[in-house]
Structure formats: C-alpha cells, structure tokens
C-alpha cells in the first residue's frame, strides 16, 4: 500500500517499475482523507525515498500537490439500555425538530413516536450508526444534487456536516437554473456574438458575468476552493434573474451568461449541464469538448469605481470616481463631497492619504 501508486505507472512489468514510472511520477495531485495524513504519508513518502535511492525513481517527493479532504460528519442519536450502554440509531429512522439555525433541538423515533437522546454531530461510522446512505439521496434530489452539496457545504479541507436542508437548498438552485435555460430557449436562440453596443445595465451584468468567469477558474484550478466557485455561481444566477432585459441585445447576454454558467457548473453536475448545452442550441456538440471559459478583459474594464473616505480612521462617505482618477483628482472629488465637507469644518488638516480606486484617508 506504500507504492502502490508506482506500480501504476508500469502496468505488467516484471520488476517493481520499469522507465515508464520516470515518465509520471511524481504524482501531480494526491486526495486523500485526513485520517489517512499521518502514517499512511509517512510511509507512502518514506518508502518513495527508499525507491529513489534505489534508482527506480527519479523525483524527490512521490507528489507535487496534497489535498487531506476532511471527514463527513452528520448528528448522532441513540437510547439508554437498562445496562447503561446505549444503542445507536440512524438518522434517517428520526424525526428531527430544528431550530431557526437549523440546529437539532428535539428528536423522536419514527417507529414509536417516543424522544430519543440527542449525542453530538461526529463521524459518520458503523459503531455511531449515523452514516446516511448516498443512494437513498441520490434517488431523491439526483446525482447532480448531491454531488453539488458535497463540494459546496465546506472546504474540501474541514469536516463537512451532512445536511438535507443543504441538499434541498441545491436541489432548488439546480430547478432555478433548468427553469431559467429553458424560459430563455421558449423566446428563441440568440448567439452570444451579435451582442451590440451594451447600456449602462447591461455592462455590468457582462462585468460581473467575467469576473465570475475569472473567479471559478482561479478558484478551481489554483485555489481548489469548490465550495467558493459555486458560491460565486449561485451569486452570478442571483444577478441574471434580477435583470430582465427582453431586448437583442440583452437576449444575447442572456444566451451567453446561461451558456458560461453551464460550462462552468458542469465540473460538478454533469448530467444536467449536458441536458442544458443541448437545449442550448449546441445539440451537435458535447460538452465535454468544449475549451473551458476565458473571462474577456474588456468586460472586466470599470468605468469608475467606489472608493471609501474616512477621516481619522472612521468611514464617512463612499464616493465613484473615474477609475483612470489620479491621486490628487480623486482627493480632490473626496474633497468636495458633502458629508466629507461637513465634518472637516472647523478642523486642522494634518495630512491625507490615497489609495487610488480604493481609499481616501483624511487626518485631522
């Protein structure tokens, strides 16, 4: 189990690797769970070292990146027997009573409607009897669903707390998502090339359109913060829905918003993205071979943006400037704004400082 990942690279070679094992390894990305981060990479990397000495492998390290995902870890429930041991009940046999946290504050057992104790939310294991069977939430919300919560309820690093509400909170973002594709398809296709000359509206939506594009792929592929990536997913649908725009040119936006998200969401629920680019408009082409997005530098571009005022360490006014604003022309519109005027009567002006595109800071 130490080299196991050696032998990989030299499938029916006669001895423990052949030349092929200087070819792969080291390995680019190892996942595994965190109980496993302590003896079994001690020896994994020891033995790896020992190989390397031996000249059967050439790289130092037997991988380039680690990730130790944490464990899932759901409530536990369980009674008291006349011994004083106690015996352990599933999840799924309990009628659970939360509060508005979502915390669970009461629970009975399905079968005779009686309290049973409530422990405390761990691992889920054989001898806690509170794992909760992956096939029986597939059947309900759907791989997609369920493949969707796994990556969003935690970093892929820290415990995830098994969650149905979260599961069902997926499941509504994945109907909103399928909902949305398919209003757009009944008012006809648009390509996203015949998009005009944009408004004021509209740019924004593009703007946060690409920087939701940037982010998911930064966070995916340098960050592996899945969790984060979705999240700026469901925040960009949030957005999209707020504008209706029933125009050519917002009818292109749309198409290629819907048509981005798809191609971004698809890493984690596959079945439905590949439903969505068909309905699309791309029923010749598969998913899977299309180039990953690539945010579009000059829908990235502001035109102005927000930059903070305090005086003497307190927030007093936000103002937009010219996001091509010199310092001394955004302190001079700091300057000229009113609340900032308000406070500064009367005052000693000792110093002030500028971030350009970010704060003003007035000391007195």
Known sequence: SSWYYARYTSPGASAQVDERAGYWLPVDQYIGGIEHA????????????????????????????????????????????????????????????RDERGRVVGAVLKADGRPVQIGSIEKMSKSKNNGIDPQSMVDKYGADTVRLFSMFAAPPEQSLEWNEAGVEGMARFLKRLWREVHIHVAGGLSKPGDLGPLDADQKMLRRKLHETIAKVGDD???????????????EFMNALLRC????????????????????????????????????????????????????????????SVTVAIQINGKLRATIDVPATASQAETQKLAMANTSVHKHLQGQSLKRVIVVPGKIVNIVL
């Open 220 to 234: 995916l592929g340098r960050r592996h913060a899945f969790n984060t990536a979705i999240a700026a997913l469901m």
């Open 244 to 303: 209706e725009d029933p125009s050519p040119c917002g009818r292109a936006l749309r198409q290629e918003s819907l048509e981005a998200v798809v191609l971004l969401l698809n890493p984690f629920t596959p079945h439905i993205c590949h439903s969505l680019w068909q309905a699309l408009g791309h029923a010749e082409q598969l998913l899977e071979d299309q180039p990953w997005p690539v945010a579009d530098p000059e829908a990235l571009h502001k035109e």
């Open 38 to 97: 302590i003896l079994h990479l001690l020896y994994f990397r020891f033995y790896h070292k020992l190989m390397r000495d031996a000249g059967l492998v050439h790289s130092d390290e037997p991988v380039i990146n680690l990730l130790c995902q944490g464990m899932v870890i759901a409530e536990t429930f369980y009674r008291k027997d006349a011994d004083g041991s106690k015996t352990w009940i599933n999840p799924s046999e309990v009628d659970m009573q």
